[in-house]
């Protein structure tokens, strides 16, 4: 089973200060998919693909990485990026979920 | 619109059975690989099984294997998760989930919340 490494866990940040979060897989993976959950709702597809934004999502955010190495950037954050984002990788079964990083807003 | 509407939990004493179940609509569901996965209270996301199209291949995460049955029916567009022998580390969220080759999961219905205590 591949498992993804979120870091930090936790961090705040201020508007408009930019964010990156970091998810390793103990292997190679092709590609990454994130989430973002807000407390007491279903996560959301946030980027797929590595770096292709889902519908709705602002493009302050942006995604990149390959192998072992992804991250998910908020260029400006905002007060409603507020959230926990988690990846997710499909390149190997069992899909796995990263533990989550909780962004709040400073 | 895409709608996952999950129902069937509740508080159950351990070792006993509860069956999910997930009415899609919105979408040919027939045609979609469907999923479940769970959240442990505070903690993260954890998959837990997935189905094929005509529910001939299914697949579980090792610590729920021969606990859990995922099925469909795919004249009722109803998702299943039969749960035996409930253990304590079964509390959580389960969540339904449509599977999509490029975004992973895209749509996710509200989850429903299954406490197992004596």
């Known amino acids: 089973e591949i498992v993804l490494t979120q870091s930090p866990t936790t961090m705040a940040a201020s508007p408009g200060e930019k964010v990156t979060i970091t998810c390793r897989a103990s292997?190679?993976?092709?590609?990454m998919h994130w989430f973002q959950q807000k407390s007491g709702t279903s996560p959301k597809p946030w980027i797929y693909?590595?770096?292709k934004l889902a519908s709705g999502v602002p493009d302050r955010f942006s995604g990149s990485g390959s192998g072992t190495s992804y991250s998910l950037t908020i260029s400006s954050m905002e007060a409603e990026d507020a959230a926990t984002y988690y990846c997710?990788?499909?390149?190997?079964?069992?899909?796995?979920f990263g533990g989550g990083t909780k962004l709040e807003l400073k | 619109e895409v709608q996952l509407v999950e129902s069937g939990g509740g508080l159950v004493q351990p070792g006993r059975s509860l069956k999910l179940s997930c009415a899609a609509s919105?979408?040919?569901?027939?045609?979609?690989?469907m999923a479940w996965v769970r959240q442990a209270p505070t903690k993260g996301l954890e998959w837990v099984a997935s189905?094929?199209?005509?529910?001939?291949?299914?697949y579980y995460r090792d610590s729920v294997k021969g606990r859990f049955t995922i099925s469909r029916d795919n004249a009722k567009n109803t998702l299943y998760l039969q749960i035996d022998s409930l253990r304590s580390e079964d509390t959580a969220t389960y969540y339904c989930?449509?599977?999509?080759?490029?975004?992973?999961?895209?749509?996710w219905g509200q989850g429903v919340m299954v406490t197992v205590s004596s």
């Open positions: 989930a449509k599977d999509n080759p490029y975004y992973g999961y895209n749509y």
């Open positions: 919105g979408f040919t569901y027939s045609n979609y690989v």
């Open positions: 189905i094929s199209t005509g529910g001939g291949n299914t």
């Open positions: 292997s190679s993976v092709s590609y």
């Open positions: 693909d590595t770096s």
């Open positions: 997710l990788q499909r390149s190997s079964y069992p899909p796995t």
